[in-house]
């Protein structure tokens, strides 16, 4: 009696157990998609550069403006055709905020970044990898002079 106790304790510690790897199988699988750059296949280590670009109103139509940051401190440059640059092996995200009152969306065909439109204080996140130096146009397809570029050295 006492055996079969012992016995089936056991083997209830053992269920948990493997429940508790399966688990955590799956969290790192997770974790391991997520660490995929939208531009690859495999999962990328290393920390991101951050870019923020906004779509924001003018009087001449909306336009994107970009900022990056190491630290705290952001602050948005004003000026149509913005650029971001980054180096070469570098995963960049961009974090791309609509704050115009029309929906935007956000392209960088050779990174394969495309977005969704993204509506009025929305934002997009991505990350890709820079796999590749030259002169790169991100554009919104809906309004043609939302436009900048990316510089990768
Ligand atoms: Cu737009």
């Known amino acids: 009696m006492l055996k079969k106790i012992q016995k089936t304790s056991k083997l209830r510690k053992l269920t948990w157990y493997g429940l508790g ?3 955590l199988c799956v969290l790192a699988y997770f974790v391991m998609l997520s660490m995929i750059p939208v531009n690859s296949t495999y999962p990328v280590l290393g920390v991101p550069t951050n870019h ?5 109103y003018t009087k001449n139509g909306a336009i994107f403006v970009t900022t990056s940051t190491k630290g705290a401190k ?7 055709k913005p650029i971001v ?8 995200t961009i974090h791309f905020i609509n704050e115009d009152l029309e929906k935007h969306n956000l392209n960088l065909d050779e990174f394969n ?4 439109d993204v509506g009025y204080f ?12 030259g002169k790169f146009t991100f554009y919104c397809a809906s309004h043609p002079q939302m436009s900048g570029t990316i510089i990768i050295e």
């Not at 923020?52 to 924001?56: P, Q, R, V």
């Not at 970044?113 to 969704?116: E, I, P, Q, Y």
């Not at 934002?123 to 590749?132: E, G, I, P, Q, R």
């Open 52 to 56: 923020y670009i906004k779509a924001i």
């Open 85 to 92: 640059a980054g180096k070469l092996g570098e995963l960049i």
């Open 113 to 116: 970044v495309h977005s969704d």
């Open 122 to 133: 929305g934002t997009y996140t991505v990350t890709f990898l820079a796999d590749k130096v």
């Open 21 to 23: 790897v399966t688990g």
């Open 74 to 80: 952001k602050s948005f440059e004003s000026i149509s």
